[in-house]
């Protein structure tokens, strides 16, 4: 009698993904400038 043994050997193999998320804000700043522009007239007689 001839005895046949087969061992089988399972490797398991884990992957581990990372996400990283990089949220960006902006700010704009509005500058509104005014300029008030006065006339004079000068009527010399």
Do not use: W
């Not at 061992?7 to 804000?25: A, P, Q, R, S």
Request: cysteine-free.
């Amino acid at each position: 009698t001839t005895e046949t043994t087969t061992e089988t050997t399972t490797t398991e193999t884990t992957t581990e993904t990372t996400t990283t998320e990089t949220t960006t804000e902006t700010t704009t700043t509005e500058t509104t400038t005014e300029t008030t522009t006065t006339e004079t007239t000068t009527t010399t007689e």
